[in-house]
Structure formats: structure tokens, C-alpha cells
């Protein structure tokens, strides 16, 4: 075809292809699904931030008092608050820095004063931004409101709203607070070096050797994730702590600290990491191997120019993951932490301990930046990651050796004994009638409607959210993964929703849960209605885990050719139709995948809804928590156990569903 532009011609309109049905549904699905990601998320972290730069102080000179005598005579004499408190400096300045409810007692400026007196009292606001209260009260006008004694006491002073960065001067003024950040990275630090160390030579194990029960090992290894990151710290507390068990090995060190954090961080992060780098050492080259065989080249020397080197990605990013984990857990230091402050406790003890919701969401947005900039990393670095398999390739297959067998099977074996230990250790103290002087065994400790935490109502209540959790997020998490993948062209918008979906890996739960606090407990915010229900523990909990959901969906589909799609165009099948009937059986091991993933990490999840339930919605983890807190200890390891076995059983469930329906709805893959 002869171009117009060489004939000198005008060039035609760019015609632009018109939008069919099925795009439109598409593209409207993918709206849908990114608006609850922009109001489960994006909002809620926008209101966090605003908190975080409100600040709330007492301006004395805004109050104006006038006190008569025995007699109830005024002389007109008036003095500002300023002034009293000069005359009487009762309150420092520090002291009129407050958080939003914070009230000001202005009885200690009177040093005479007595409820009973005949003295008469009166008060007013010099500008409208003044605020004080009597009793329940509010009082905004510049009049003068008189008050007897016995009304008088009840005065209190509100503090004025201000935009600044008052709070964030505040936190890093105050010692004990800025050292929680030093701790924080400190202990997330060493945990990250330790766990990835021991989970890099365990999955070297089961992948560069052959060792005997590698099913079982990797069945261990998979242990921890069962169950919430409270449990390791309650088995620490009886095998270490003041009435523990082994308490002699540390050699006179306290278990309730750093070294309690670290120990209970390996434990629960081990899985991940080991599934990361397991990954990595899976896909290799035997070339390579060949090669430095053929050169002579020492074990040792192999293995630092080749195994280290095809594994590097899948070690950056473990221990960027293991990174995130532990600096922004919050069940573990909670229960082993003692007076080792971090940053996830402080969120927990400025918003629970002192009311100060201001200062928690300004921790809250320090604790975000590691955890940012920790995946933003990991992001850039999987970015530049190259395929490690061409196909000329030849897949590794470890040839025995008897000596490097054996020492790596004592290696798998320790840290079996290490995981297992921990678990059973758990299981012996929800059994014992009173440790350490009853070690009869009993299920008094299982009776758990006479214990703090919300009894068996928070056990069910926690299957039921899972339950939910499950269904409806993997739900709305594969299908709007589909809509990303397939829809056609709208690129501006599938990039945005990428961006989006990938967000709430990088958000801890603590900050995520207190962000819904400031968003859906405002009165003004049609959304309230939620508040306190299990609505809003299932979204947060969808919301907190949608990210992983999203990576495991948006994997399966890439590996369906885009033929399908054109193949249903063309025979004029709606698109619903293809994903119901095509998509979904093909990618349904990834679906159930999703499904028990969600599952489990609702039954544990503990800082993303700490916040967030209510005395009829509270949950299995969180009575954990509070039966720790209560000092019933055993009660609390019981209902551990509880949530382990549960998930342990779940797991069952989803293999033998496996199994099963997928036999037959995956036959094809056989043939």
C-alpha cells in the first residue's frame, strides 16, 4: 500500500478500534477491584499519614479565669492561664503537648481550691479557638461561663489542633522511643543473617544431596508457618524463662529480650526463607558442574563460583523477606520482648497503653520506610534477575557421597529437632495442670471460657473469618488478576493496578490495622457502619496478604497462551464464559493454592487486626495474646496448639483435594 505522506497527501484520522462488551466488563471489573484496593488501602494509609502531621497542644493564653471571694464577690481582676501557670508552674511545656483527647486540669492552679468551698469561679475563651469542658460539656464561645466549686473541678482544658511536624520532633526528642529503631534493625539484622544462613544449607541438603526422608524434612521445615508468631516466644518462655526447663544453657542470660526475639524470629521466618532459596537451588545447570569437574576445580571453589552465584537472587531476596518479617512483627517481641523495645510494640503501647493515636501513627510511618525500602529492593533486584535454564540445559542430578550425606543429614536433623522441639514443647505446657510444681497432665488448660481472651467463641470465630478470608479473597484476587493479564490494551490502567496490588506486601499489619482505626472509625465516613464487625477483619486480612494471592495468580495465568482468548473471539464466546469454563479449571491448582495460603495466614495473622476486633469478633490469635497478658501462659500455648492443628488438618484438606478433583480436571496435563 502506498503511503499518503509520499504523495504528499494529508495522512487519514487514526482510527481507533471501538471497545467490545466484553472489554468494557473487563475494564470495568478491573476498576472495581482497584477502587477496594484505593479504600482498604490507599485510604486508610492516607488518613494514617494526616494523623501522623496532626498535632494537638494546650495554648494557655487562649483562657482567660476570674475566681471571687468567700462570698462570691468578683473584683474584675482576670488572669490568662499563661499567667496562672507562671505564678504556679504546675505544668511544663511538654506537658501541653497532648494527643487529640487529651485534657488539661486547671484546678492545680487554685492551691486553696476545694470542691466544697463557697468560692465561685469564672472562665472563658479569649478567641474561638479556645475549647475547655465542664463534666461532658463543651464550651466554645468567648462569654464568660461562672461555675461553683464543685462544677469548677470538672473543668478541663482541650488542646488545639495544629499541621506540623511537631509529633516526628517529638518521637526522635524522646530516647526510649528513637532506641526502639536502633533495636528494631539491630535484632531484624542478625535474624536475617542467621535464618538465611540455616535455611540455605537445610534446602542445600534436600536439593544439592541425597540424603534419606527429604519429604519429611521439608514437611518440618513447613512447620512454623502453622501457627502465629506468638507461639515460639510462649515455648521460649517455659524452656528458657525464670522457671524454665533448660534456663542453664544461656549461663545466666535472660531469655526476655534480644536473644529470646532472635531465637523466636528464626524459628518463624525459617519457612519462607527456605522456600525461597529451595526454589533457587531447584533450577541449575549441570554444565556448569561438568565443567569445573573437567578443570579440576576444587568442591569448595565449585561451590563459591557456581552454586553461590546461580543462587545469589533467590538469597537477596530471602533475606530482604526475612528482613520485612521480623521488623515488623509484633506477637513476638510482644510476648518474650520484655523491656526490649521495638518499633511494632511501640505502635502497640502508644495506641493501647496511652491512647496516643498521633505518636502511633507517627511510629507507624517509620516503621513503613525500612519495610518500604526493604521490598523495593527485592523488587529491583528479582528485576534483574536472568534466567538460569536455556534449552540446551541439563538439569542437576546429585550424585551420593557418603561423608557430605551424612553431615548434611545431622544438619537436617538438628534443625528438625530445633522446629519440632519448639512445638512440643507448647504441647507439653497446654497439657500440664501448673508449671513448674503440677506436671500432671490435663485438659484443664483447653477450657478456655474460664480464661481471658474470648473463650472457644474466639477459636470459631477465627474459622469462620479464615472460612471467609479464603473464599471471597481468593475470589477477588484471581479474578482480578485475570482482568490485569488478559484484558487488552489499557496499559495506563494495568500498570496502576499492578503498582497498587503490589503495595500491601510493603505495609506491616500494625500500621495497616491502625490505619483502618483513623479511616473507618470516623463518624464522618460512610464506611463506619464496619467498624467493630467482621466485615472489617476479613477485608484488612484480604487486603494485608493480597499482594502474594496476586503473584501466585498473575504466575498461573502467564502460563496460559493468549490464544485462548483469541480462539473464543473468534467462535464469539462471551469472555465470562471462557473464564469460567477454560481459565479456572486450568489454573485451579493455583486457585487452591491461593485459597489454603489465605486460610492459614488468617488463622495466625495477629498484628494486622490487633486493632480491629471487638468483644463479639475477637480471634484465636488475638486471645493468644491476651491470655499471655493475662499470665494464663498454658491456656495461651493451648490455643496455639489449637490453631496449629487446625491449619495442620486444613493442610490435609487441600492435599487430598488435590488429589482428588484435580486428578480429573487436570488430566489434560498428563496426556
Request: hydrophobic share 50%; net charge positive.
Amino acid at each position: 500500500m502506498t503511503d499518503l505522506s509520499q504523495q504528499g497527501l494529508p495522512a487519514g484520522p487514526v482510527i481507533k478500534g471501538k471497545l467490545s462488551r466484553d472489554d468494557i466488563i473487563m475494564r470495568g471489573g478491573m476498576i472495581v477491584i482497584a477502587l477496594y484496593l484505593i479504600v482498604s488501602m490507599v485510604m486508610p494509609l492516607y488518613a494514617m499519614l494526616s494523623k501522623s502531621f496532626s498535632t494537638y497542644h494546650v495554648d494557655l493564653s487562649q483562657y482567660e479565669f476570674q475566681q471571687s471571694d468567700k462570698d462570691g464577690v468578683f473584683d474584675g481582676t482576670s488572669l490568662s492561664g499563661a499567667q496562672l501557670n507562671s505564678q504556679i508552674p504546675v505544668y511544663a511545656p511538654k506537658d501541653l503537648n497532648t494527643g487529640a483527647d487529651g485534657r488539661l486540669s486547671v484546678t492545680k492552679w487554685f492551691p486553696d481550691f476545694s470542691f466544697r468551698s463557697p468560692v465561685k469561679y469564672r472562665l472563658r475563651n479569649v478567641s474561638p479557638n479556645g475549647r475547655f469542658l465542664v463534666s461532658s460539656t463543651l464550651y466554645t464561645g468567648t462569654d464568660w461561663v461562672e461555675l461553683d466549686s464543685n462544677k469548677f473541678r470538672r473543668v478541663q482544658l482541650r488542646p488545639i489542633k495544629t499541621t506540623g511536624l511537631g509529633n516526628f520532633v517529638n518521637y526522635f526528642s524522646t530516647p526510649a522511643l528513637f532506641q526502639s529503631i536502633k533495636n528494631s534493625l539491630w535484632i531484624s539484622v542478625v535474624s536475617t543473617v542467621i535464618t538465611v544462613t540455616l535455611a540455605f544449607w537445610f534446602a542445600y541438603a534436600l536439593n544439592r544431596s541425597c540424603i534419606r526422608y527429604k519429604g519429611l524434612f521439608r514437611l518440618v521445615a513447613m512447620a512454623p508457618i502453622l501457627v502465629p508468631s506468638l507461639l515460639p516466644g510462649i515455648a521460649l518462655v517455659y524452656l528458657f524463662g525464670n522457671q524454665g526447663m533448660i534456663k542453664e544453657l544461656l549461663f545466666g542470660a535472660s531469655i526476655y529480650g534480644p536473644i529470646g526475639i532472635i531465637i523466636g524470629s528464626v524459628f518463624f521466618t525459617f519457612p519462607h526463607a527456605f522456600l525461597i532459596i529451595s526454589t533457587a537451588l531447584a533450577i541449575s545447570d549441570a554444565r556448569l558442574y561438568e565443567a569445573a569437574t573437567s578443570l579440576r576445580t576444587s568442591s569448595w571453589r565449585t561451590f563459591w563460583t557456581v552454586t553461590i552465584p546461580g543462587a545469589r537472587y533467590g538469597l537477596i531476596s530471602a533475606a530482604f523477606v526475612v528482613f520485612n518479617l521480623v521488623i515488623t512483627d509484633f506477637g513476638l517481641p510482644k510476648v518474650i520482648g520484655g523491656q526490649f523495645n521495638v518499633l511494632a510494640v511501640d505502635i502497640y503501647k502508644q495506641v493501647i497503653g496511652q491512647q496516643n493515636f498521633e505518636m502511633g501513627a507517627v511510629v507507624s510511618v517509620v516503621l513503613v520506610i525500612p519495610a518500604i525500602l526493604a521490598f523495593a529492593i527485592d523488587r529491583f533486584v528479582q528485576s534483574k534477575q536472568v534466567a538460569l535454564l536455556s534449552a540446551r540445559s541439563v538439569p542437576f542430578q546429585p550424585q551420593p557421597d557418603e561423608k557430605r550425606d551424612r553431615a548434611l543429614f545431622a544438619y537436617c536433623s538438628l534443625v528438625a529437632v530445633f522446629i519440632i522441639g519448639l512445638l512440643a514443647v507448647c504441647q507439653f505446657a497446654a497439657l500440664v495442670k501448673f508449671w513448674p510444681y503440677d506436671l500432671s497432665l490435663s485438659l484443664t488448660n483447653y477450657q478456655f471460657d474460664k480464661m481471658d481472651g474470648g473463650g472457644w467463641g474466639s477459636y470459631f470465630n477465627s474459622i469462620q473469618m479464615a472460612l471467609i478470608v479464603a473464599v471471597i479473597g481468593t475470589g477477588v484476587v484471581f479474578f482480578g488478576a485475570y482482568l490485569v493479564e488478559k484484558s487488552n490494551g489499557f496499559k495506563i490502567g494495568r500498570g496502576l493496578f499492578q503498582m497498587v496490588a503490589m503495595l500491601p506486601m510493603a505495609i506491616p499489619g500494625m500500621v495497616l490495622g491502625l490505619a483502618y482505626i483513623f479511616f473507618f472509625n470516623n463518624p464522618a465516613n460512610p464506611l463506619n457502619m464496619l467498624y467493630g464487625t467482621m466485615a472489617i477483619l476479613v477485608i484488612c486480612t484480604v487486603t494485608h496478604f493480597y499482594t502474594v494471592s496476586h503473584l501466585t495468580a498473575v504466575t498461573a495465568l502467564k502460563q496460559m497462551d493468549r490464544e485462548f482468548e483469541s480462539v473464543s473471539a473468534s467462535l464469539k464466546q462471551p469472555t465470562m464464559k471462557l473464564f469460567s469454563r477454560v481459565t479456572v479449571p486450568v489454573c485451579l491448582p493455583s486457585v487452591l493454592d491461593i485459597s489454603i495460603y489465605l486460610f492459614v495466614n488468617a488463622m495466625t495473622t495477629v498484628s494486622a487486626v490487633v486493632f480491629l476486633y471487638s468483644p463479639k469478633t475477637t480471634l484465636a490469635s488475638i486471645a493468644v495474646l491476651n491470655m499471655d497478658d493475662a499470665g494464663d501462659i498454658a491456656p495461651a500455648a493451648a490455643m496455639g496448639m489449637m490453631i496449629f492443628y487446625t491449619n495442620a488438618a486444613a493442610r490435609i484438606i487441600h492435599l487430598v483435594i488435590s488429589k482428588g478433583v484435580l486428578t480429573r480436571t487436570q488430566a489434560w496435563r498428563f496426556r
